[in-house]
C-alpha cells in the first residue's frame, strides 16, 4: 500500500501561485512513479505532470512553463508549484502514484494509489 495525502489547495486569483504537496508512504519512496492529475466538473480526469523514480518529468501542455514538478525522496513527498494560474486551472487535484511505469504517464487508469484530493480555485 501507499498511502497519499495531498495538501495545499486554496483559492487565488489569476496570476497567482500555489504549491501543492502530496506525502506518500508504504513504500520505497524513490522508486515510485508519480503524477499529478486534475478533474474540473463535467470533464475527466487528465494528467497534469508526472515525475519518474529517475526524476524525468513530463508536462500537460496547457500547463508546460507554468507548473513544475519536483519530489523530495528524504521527505516523500511529491510537489507541484503553479506559477501563474488561471482560472481554467480551477479543478481538484489528486496526486497519484505506482510502482512501475505504465506506459503512459497521463493515463490516470494506470495507476493504482491515489491521494482524496484538494481543491484548487482560480478566480478572474
Known amino acids: 500500500q501507499v498511502p497519499l495525502v495531498e495538501s495545499g489547495g486554496g483559492s487565488v486569483q489569476a496570476g497567482g501561485s500555489l504549491r501543492l504537496s502530496c506525502v506518500a508512504s508504504?513504500?520505497?519512496?524513490?522508486?515510485?512513479?508519480l503524477g499529478w492529475f486534475r478533474q474540473a466538473p463535467g470533464k475527466e480526469r487528465e494528467g497534469v505532470a508526472a515525475?519518474?523514480?529517475?526524476?524525468?518529468?513530463y508536462y500537460a501542455d496547457s500547463v508546460k512553463g507554468r507548473f513544475t514538478i519536483s519530489r523530495d525522496n528524504a521527505k516523500t513527498t511529491l510537489y507541484l508549484q503553479m506559477n501563474s494560474l488561471k482560472p481554467e486551472d480551477t479543478a481538484m487535484y489528486y496526486c497519484?502514484?505506482?510502482?512501475?511505469?505504465?506506459?503512459?504517464?497521463?493515463?490516470?487508469?494506470?495507476?493504482?494509489?491515489w491521494g482524496q484530493g484538494t481543491q484548487v480555485t482560480v478566480s478572474s
Open positions: 497519484a502514484a505506482d510502482t512501475q511505469y505504465g506506459g503512459n504517464w497521463s493515463e490516470y487508469r494506470l495507476y493504482n494509489y
Open positions: 508504504g513504500y520505497t519512496y524513490s522508486s515510485l512513479y
Open positions: 515525475v519518474s523514480g529517475g526524476s524525468r518529468t
